[in-house]
């Protein structure tokens, strides 16, 4: 019990302390925080079990005994970026400073040197923490949205190309994934949901729905897929279990 007990406290405080890792040439990975990251040496702020007590310690290394870093924090602060510019480039690194004419990054994956500024003009798109400007959820409105002939959709995001949605409207809801070909959500993608129309004595049907939607951020939304109809009530749908589905609206 008392080792479990060690263990777990241990456990604890690493996640304390942050996951920023160094691995040694020697094959041993030391957790913690990293705390001094120069030319030359690499301190880290980890803990160790000294005679049955967990203690917390500053170890230092040269460079020279340091395979790779893997370092979740930037020293100087900011927040953990992915800009991608005009030209096409990516780079990520920490916002550490914003004003109208531009940004500053610092501690860019793959570049030497401290810090870069770059202009407005140069920058395509910021996605924090590889979500696009920290979206957490969109609103889509419009015209056979939410399993309703009007009615709207919120979408929650998930990870930086999966968006979740619940909708409702006009007699009728609906809840389903949309998941996009590529980062940034939006663009093409592929939507899948549950759509039920109608209420009560005016239950139409229940239908299943997989096809592809377009998303702008923000700007026009549409969807087209193919829905099997599950269940019917007053409409049957010309007899069909297969039907098109679609709708149009604009996502803010």
């Not at 019990?1 to 406290?9: A, D, K, P, Q, Y």
């Not at 170890?59 to 020293?75: A, C, G, N, P, V």
């Not at 992915?82 to 610092?106: H, P």
């Not at 005016?202 to 998303?215: E, L, P």
């Amino acid at each position: 019990m008392r080792l479990i007990f060690i263990l777990l406290t241990m456990l604890h405080g690493f996640t304390i302390l942050g996951q920023d890792k160094v691995f040694l040439k020697s094959g041993e990975v030391i957790k913690g925080k990293i705390i001094e990251n120069t030319d030359s040496t690499v301190v880290i702020k980890t803990q160790r079990l000294l005679n049955d007590q967990l203690v917390e310690m500053d170890m230092s290394f040269y460079k020279s005994k340091i395979d790779k870093l893997d370092q979740k924090s930037y020293l100087g602060g900011g927040t953990k970026v992915i800009v991608e510019l005009v030209g096409g480039r990516r780079l990520d690194g920490w916002l550490v400073s914003k004003n109208d004419q531009g940004i500053v990054l610092a501690g860019i994956k793959g570049v030497k040197f401290d810090t870069l500024a770059l202009k407005n003009r140069q920058i395509k798109q910021i996605k924090y923490n590889g979500t696009e400007k920290t979206r957490f959820a969109f609103l889509d409105i419009g015209i056979l949205r939410g399993g309703a002939l009007i009615g709207a959709e919120l979408e929650l995001v998930i990870n930086p190309n999966t968006t979740l949605f619940v909708g409702a409207g006009f007699r009728g809801f609906s809840g389903g994934i949309n998941i996009f070909f590529k980062d940034g959500l939006k663009g093409l993608g592929f939507k899948s949901g549950y759509i039920h129309q109608g209420f009560g004595g005016s239950y139409a049907g229940s239908i299943f729905s997989n096809g592809i939607t377009f998303k702008s951020n923000p700007g026009l939304s549409l969807d087209l897929g193919l829905g099997l109809v599950t269940k019917k009530g007053r409409y049957n749908y010309g007899g069909r279990t297969i039907i098109l589905t679609y709708g149009i609206g604009y996502r803010f």
